[in-house]
């Protein structure tokens, strides 16, 4: 019998739109890879204050992927994503 290994969601890719949801701050990763940018994005996330939304360009395509399942893990909240551009709200706690 095979262990259940949890599936984790990614949503579907949002389509840009002319407008972006309000940011509180920004930050151009650019091509940094995903070890490295959720350690930075996680410094990041914390300096915000609770509900305060961080606009991220990540170019690394692993970003799709990586970022819903990084505010999957941490309960923050994925509010829009258009690759490479990503609006996320810091959880209230």
Not at 74 to 81: E, K, S
């Amino acid at each position: 019998m095979r262990a259940h290994t949890p599936r984790t969601y990614i949503p579907p890719p949002m389509q840009p739109t002319d407008e972006e949801p309000h940011a509180d701050a920004h930050w151009d990763a650019g091509q940094t890879g995903c070890g490295e940018l959720v350690v930075d994005l996680r410094t990041r996330m914390r300096a915000l204050e609770p509900r305060q939304v961080l606009r991220l360009v990540a170019h690394d395509p692993g970003a799709r992927e990586d970022m819903p399942a990084w505010c999957g893990m941490t309960g923050h909240a994925l509010v829009h994503a258009a690759h490479p551009v990503y609006f996320l709200r810091r959880k209230d706690t």
